[in-house]
């Protein structure tokens, strides 16, 4: 896979709500007027679905049968880059500055991924890919394998089944994963966490970072709740013992 990436951005959107917000579309605007030589492509749930249709059958009743409009969100992005290659980007990131010059630079790799500021976990918002990467594949097995995963947590269940979880798992356990994947430095796409308000972007990074999160509900909010106050929970949990083990 010496090709150089194809000049494609993907993004996606429709899922459950067809209408694009203006906010949204000024996004949509930035990637067009920073990459004028690139092909754009908003996947919807209608185009989505003919793509699996069309070209991947076999997987047609898994894709049909998924309980969250984002586990197909998130499922379909690896079909994508898989038939066409060339840039993913949810639309809560926003470019900053053109990503010629990141492309140039891994040229020679044939699949950049990269771990979320929030953990040590490969995330699936942001991922470039040659076509037709066998790395892809292995995440369709491990989609087959994990469709029927179901948990307490709606966060968990979609994590777990077609999300962040999924792809770190695939990876870390994927034999060839250093031929055909490259782990690039967040501090190139956005490192800013869950903890920091949004927007937000470092000097480094090509993209800005916007509150996105549609798909996030309760048991998301009390997750997030507690990472970005575990320190101080785990504190004020230590002064409770002391306090309970020494008055009472």
């Known amino acids: 896979?010496?090709?150089?990436?194809?000049?494609?951005i993907h993004q996606c959107y429709g899922f459950?709500?067809?209408k694009i917000p203006v906010h949204i579309q000024h996004r949509i605007e930035k990637w067009k007027?920073?990459?004028?030589?690139?092909?754009?492509?908003?996947?919807?749930?209608?185009?989505?679905?003919?793509?699996i249709k069309k070209y991947f059958n076999w997987f047609l009743s898994v894709y049909d049968n998924y309980s969250y409009p984002i586990q197909k969100a998130d499922a379909i992005r690896y079909f994508i880059l898989y038939?066409?290659?060339g840039i993913y980007c949810d639309v809560d990131l926003e470019p900053f500055k053109k990503l010629s010059h990141l492309l140039n630079k891994y040229k020679n790799k044939n699949c950049i991924l990269y771990r979320s500021a929030n953990s040590d976990m490969i995330t699936n918002d942001f991922m470039?890919?040659?076509p037709k990467n066998p790395f892809w594949k292995k995440i369709w097995h491990q989609l087959i394998s994990n469709c029927n995963f179901s948990s307490v947590s709606k966060h968990l269940t979609i994590m777990n089944s077609t999300g962040p979880l999924l792809l770190d798992f695939t990876y870390e356990n994927y034999s060839l994963k250093n031929k055909y994947v490259y782990i690039i430095n967040s501090k190139y796409i956005n490192n800013c966490d869950i903890s920091i308000p949004k927007p937000a972007r470092n000097k480094e990074a090509y993209l800005i970072?916007?509150?996105g999160n549609a798909w996030h509900s309760f048991d998301s909010t009390i997750i997030n709740f507690f990472y970005k106050n575990y320190i101080?929970?785990?504190?004020l949990f230590?002064?409770?013992?002391?306090?309970?083990?020494?008055?009472?």
Do not use: A, C, Q
């Open 1 to 8: 896979m010496k090709e150089n990436f194809p000049k494609i």
């Open 16 to 18: 459950w709500d067809s």
């Open 33 to 51: 007027i920073l990459h004028p030589n690139y092909t754009y492509i908003m996947w919807d749930k209608k185009k989505s679905r003919e793509l």
């Open 83 to 85: 038939k066409y290659g």
């Open 128 to 130: 470039i890919s040659k």
């Open 209 to 211: 970072r916007h509150d």
């Open 232 to 235: 101080t929970l785990i504190v």
């Open 238 to 248: 230590f002064i409770f013992l002391i306090f309970k083990i020494f008055i009472f």
